[in-house]
């Protein structure tokens, strides 16, 4: 079994069963976002149930965070190591790609928003950076 998958694991709180390990792999062997159809497709079986609820509770977690990149499906990308359960530290931009819809998180940008007006209440905030990405650029 891959280690670096049973360290997240471990490091996170979550008990470690053979669908999640699987799913964190994915994510560890694919350095971007994944919706649920994603990683349906790169896992030698489906059951969108249980995949669902893995995406869930590393959500909860604070395993993987959920990015919306404005293609209409959700996406979800690994946390840093600091990410803890109910406290996402990794507000970050994203890249999405236009060409071939892949998402990428810019872990190392800061979002810094100022005056923001006393009478709003912020409660969640994105920043979707659109263009393309290496494999898409030089090809036309
Ligand atoms: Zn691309
Ligand atoms: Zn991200």
């Not at 699987?22 to 149930?49: G, Q």
């Amino acid at each position: 079994m891959n280690k670096e998958v049973l360290r997240i694991l471990e490091n996170k709180k979550v008990k470690a069963t053979a669908v999640r390990e699987l799913v964190l792999e994915v994510f560890l062997n694919n350095r971007f976002a994944h919706s649920l159809s994603d990683i349906e497709d790169k896992l030698p079986w489906s059951d969108r149930v249980s995949i669902y609820r893995t995406l869930k509770t590393f959500e909860e977690k604070g395993v993987i965070h959920q990015i919306n990149d404005g293609s209409g499906s959700s996406k979800y990308g690994l946390c840093e190591h600091k990410c803890q359960a109910t406290k996402h530290l990794d507000i970050h931009p994203h890249f999405h790609c236009n060409k071939c819809g892949k998402t990428i998180c810019l872990e190392k940008q800061e979002i810094n928003i100022q005056n923001i007006p006393d009478e709003l209440r912020i409660v969640d905030y994105s920043l979707i950076l659109n263009g393309l990405c290496s494999g898409c650029k030089d090809c036309n």
